[in-house]
């Protein structure tokens, strides 16, 4: 095999600079438009940090206090701009503490763009100080990763890595560079990349898949639509809505996929899944036809694959081939975007209403609101319970904030009772379920949007996995609002042990720090609530504070989220209580 | 059900492939059964044989997999039926066996094997096929004193009309980087 770099073809430079390697980096990053980047210095990437100082004024680079913030962050201005976020970091360690975040980026398919320095190509192997193969550890978790060891290689390998981050089923992509490629200087020309013979992101719809879905929908009785991720990433919200309006199908949503369509729709009946509505679930094995739209039949949302849907026909819309018949198997398959795909079946689809299957979701409704809803959303005594407090955000923020979710109790319940009405508000870590992920990506959430509201509701085991964010937070002047909803437990993991292990509770009660006083170690305005009297007041105070403001809220201590299908059962057995 | 698929993977000529490859194997727990890697009639571009034993859906799920890799041209699953394949072996057998008569080169000649190099002390016969042929030959020249024994990975092509240099052309010249999943 050819263990030679990338070929960079040779052609008359026009209007070429010479400069180094460092700066081309950074130029590379102007070129593509980046204007946000979360990184921390050290030995390896120096020579590009020192580049960096040059550039302050056109690179807003944001010192993390980790480098897994800098990854999650980076996921976080991603999700909710559709950009790509960038994020820098040194070799060795530096690099491996930004795996996760990249390993979570590529489950929940997120453009991302990171950017390791390594040690001199001449001590490359050698385990050098601070040398990992982050090369080797990276792959199976990135999209494309790529090893620069001459200048010469950083303008072609950055441009792929932006294209291959952002096209097709987006993805991280990282990039290593040597610190010997960072010093040497080249003469920089810039070309975005716009192809790769190897790789075909758009892969062209058929017509004749296109003709299929909608004979199927025309003919369906009970058609229900999944709407997933890649409703977001593709920008098809509107298209799907028209789909939906025309044909008359219920909509219902997949973790990543909320916020896809408006909570109040009249034909949005809730999130699939295990934690999600009852309804969804239960009709999932009832109705005639599921048409899921840029959604990969992930486990969480199936349940047992012997039992999901068995009665209805599949039509998949899914941009990667690699997903279709993977877990279900379609009857028909439309592989390319999503938005190219609703367009297109819209205009073949008939006008046509499902009223009475409509109102049977309702019913289910109805029955989750009774045993569940009621209870969650609006008790009048005991303690605080986390539901409450988010529908009390979600009024005050009329469902129009970016909600970043951390992993556990705190996040099913957001998603399940935070009324999203605004489009890419949702930021969560699905596929991987990163414990300490919210803190930093809503700081990268926020970056992105600065004119949102933006909070990261975090539970206190979550919040102590990067809980050094904070100092991100001050000395950036990042104004989002943490709320950390505190029962003392992993709660998720105490709910699993109650139900399945006799109520052993092996290590996850959790003596907590006094959070209110490492806020304010970091100059941090917060506030503490336990009583229900006097949470409203607390949380207008948290959300009109102008600038970051932390909210602890002491939740019940063993409070369970319900309805719940255990693992690998049915989604028919969806259960509304222990 | 479980059985012998060969896959044919065509992929630019770039290190670290083989690693991304054989990743997606492994964290599925497919074990290789051969493996070869050669150049292709198109410079620049190279070919994974890789012989696995799993299951259809298996393994048609990790041909989508080697084909969303950045760097993978093409990946192709074929049956037995489906590609003309060999290896090769080599034995290495000590010289005093040829000295007890014309057994062993009648053995040789029949199995349609050659003696490759003729040394003092050993001998080295070489024989391409499938393996159980190779396999025979092997059982064959245990009992004789068999110092050495070594074979190859698959290499195969398949019987389809497809010639790679048109498939490259065709990717290279597919506007816009779209394809249909057809062309697959």
């Known amino acids: 095999m050819n263990t030679s770099t990338l070929e960079v073809e040779e052609k008359p430079k026009t209007n070429a600079q010479r400069i180094s390697g460092s700066e081309a980096v950074l130029r590379c990053l102007l070129e593509e438009g980046v204007d946000t980047i979360f990184g921390y210095p050290g030995g390896a990437i120096m020579p590009i940090y020192d580049e960096l100082y040059k550039y302050m004024d056109k690179l807003n680079h944001i010192l993390v206090r980790h480098e897994q913030g800098a990854s999650h962050a980076a996921q976080g201005y991603a999700r909710v701009t559709g950009k790509t976020g960038v994020c820098f970091a040194t070799s060795g360690p530096g690099a491996t503490n930004l795996i996760t975040g990249i390993a979570d980026a590529q489950i929940d398919s997120t453009p991302l763009v990171a950017i390791t320095g390594q040690v001199a190509s001449h001590l490359l192997g050698t385990d050098a100080f601070q040398e990992t193969d982050v090369m080797g550890i990276s792959m199976p978790v990135t999209k494309w990763n790529y090893q620069v060891t001459k200048a010469e290689e950083i303008p072609y390998a950055i441009a792929r890595a932006f294209y291959i981050a952002n096209s097709g089923r987006p993805g991280p992509v990282l990039i290593d560079i040597t610190k010997d490629a960072q010093f040497s200087e080249f003469d920089f020309e810039y070309e975005k990349c716009t192809k790769i013979r190897s790789y075909h992101p758009f892969p062209v719809m058929e017509s004749a898949s296109v003709d299929a879905a909608a004979q199927l929908i025309n003919e369906a009785k009970k058609p229900m639509l999944l709407v997933g991720h890649g409703v977001l990433i593709s920008k ?67 349940g047992d694959l012997n039992t999901y849907a068995k009665q209805a026909k599949v039509i998949h819309i899914e941009i990667d081939p690699a997903e279709v018949d993977k877990n279900v198997k379609s009857d028909v398959a439309i592989v390319c975007d999503a938005k190219a795909a609703l367009i297109a079946l819209e205009k073949k689809v008939e006008q046509n209403s499902h009223d009475e299957w409509l109102a049977e979701f309702r019913a289910l409704d109805a029955i989750e609101f009774e045993k569940v809803g009621e209870a969650d959303l609006h008790p009048t005594s005991g303690e605080v319970k ?125 003596t907590n720090p006094d959070f209110q006083m490492i806020s304010k170690g970091y100059g941090i305005p917060c506030n503490k609530v336990d009583k229900r009297a006097e949470l409203e007041t607390a949380i207008e105070v948290f959300l009109e504070h102008d600038g970051p403001y932390l909210l602890e809220v002491c939740v019940e201590k063993e409070g369970n989220v319900f309805p719940m299908i255990p693992t690998g059962e049915s989604v028919s057995n969806i259960k509304l209580e222990a | 059900m479980e059985k012998q698929y060969t896959m044919s993977v065509l992929t630019e000529d770039k290190a670290g492939l083989l690693n991304n490859l054989t990743i997606i194997l492994t964290r599925r727990k497919i074990n290789i059964d051969s493996l070869n890697v050669s150049t292709t009639e198109v410079k620049g571009i190279s070919r994974f044989t890789i012989v696995v034993t799993t299951s259809k859906d298996k393994v048609d799920n990790c041909v989508k997999q080697f084909r969303k890799l950045i760097d993978v041209l093409g990946a192709f699953v074929y049956e037995e039926d489906e590609v003309y394949y060999q290896e090769l072996a080599l034995y290495k057998v000590p010289t005093s066996v040829f000295l007890n008569g014309n057994k062993i080169e009648t053995l040789v000649r029949n199995n349609g094997a050659r003696i490759l190099v003729i040394e003092a002390d050993h001998i080295i016969i070489e024989k391409t096929g499938h393996m159980e042929d190779t396999q025979d030959l092997y059982r064959k020249l245990e009992p004789l004193g068999l110092l050495e024994f070594v074979r190859s990975g698959r290499v195969a092509i398949s019987k389809s009309k497809r010639k790679t240099e048109a498939y490259i052309k065709e990717l290279e010249e597919t506007r816009s980087n779209e394809l249909s999943i057809k062309d697959y």
């Open chain 1, 236 to 302: 098809a919200q509107s298209e799907l809505l028209a789909l939906a309006e025309k044909a008359g199908i219920p909509m219902a949503s997949t973790l990543l996929g909320l916020s896809a369509v408006p909570n109040k729709h009249p034909q949005y009946v809730g999130m699939l899944g295990m934690h999600g509505n009852y309804a969804p679930n239960i009709k999932t094995n009832e109705c005639d036809l599921l048409i899921a739209v840029g959604m990969r039949f992930d486990d969480r949302v199936t």
């Open chain 1, 386 to 510: 986390m539901a409450e407090v988010i529908r009390i955000i979600s009024e005050k923020t009329k469902g129009e904030a970016v909600i970043v979710t951390d992993v556990g109790q705190h996040q099913m319940i957001a998603s399940r009772y935070y009324k999203f009405e605004d489009t890419r508000c949702n930021v969560t870590s699905g596929g991987l379920g990163t414990m300490g992920f919210a803190l930093p990506a809503a700081m990268g959430a926020k970056l992105g949007r600065l004119d949102k509201q933006v909070i990261a509701v975090i539970g206190d085991g979550g919040f102590q996995m990067t809980i050094q964010e904070l100092g991100t937070i001050f000395q950036s002047k990042i104004g989002v609002k943490v709320l950390i909803l505190n029962n003392n437990f992993l709660g998720m993991v105490r709910q699993w042990q109650e139900l399945f292990f006799d109520r052993r509770y092996s290590f996850t009660e959790m």
